[in-house]
């Protein structure tokens, strides 16, 4: 996890079922006002992804990354979202989770002054 001030980053991966991206990226296309709300409402203040093949790489900033998802959980604007992108994701647990944390290797804040 990086720190940006208040707000943390932390990065997930996930994979696509063959023959899914082009539906998936539509989806994306055209994210629902009432997901984007759920979204802030639960603390999540930027989210990215980003696509190589049907690997998945997404970048989510929060103030607490546990507590967002945790409030998404509950809100059912997000479920509906989940239902939607399941078909087009492949689980990576026996657990039907579609995204793993990614582990921090290097930060560095080039923003500091130098000493």
């Not at 696509?16 to 994210?31: F, I, K, M, S, T």
């Not at 607490?64 to 990576?92: G, T, V």
């Not at 989770?97 to 804040?109: G, H, V």
Request: charged share 35%; glycine share 6%.
């Amino acid at each position: 996890m990086v720190m940006a001030g208040k707000s943390a980053f932390t990065a997930l991966r996930g994979r696509l079922l063959p023959g899914a991206a082009d539906n998936y990226v539509r989806a994306h296309d055209q994210v629902p006002q009432g997901l984007l709300d759920a979204q802030r409402d639960a603390g999540v203040r930027r989210w990215l992804i980003f696509q190589d093949g049907l690997d998945l790489f997404h970048v989510a900033e929060c103030d607490d990354f546990d507590e967002s998802m945790r409030r998404l959980a509950q809100d059912e604007r997000d479920r509906r979202w989940q239902r939607e992108m399941a078909p087009y994701k492949e689980p990576i647990d026996g657990r039907g989770n579609t995204e793993a944390r990614l582990k921090l290797i290097y930060e560095r804040d080039l923003w500091l002054p130098e000493r």
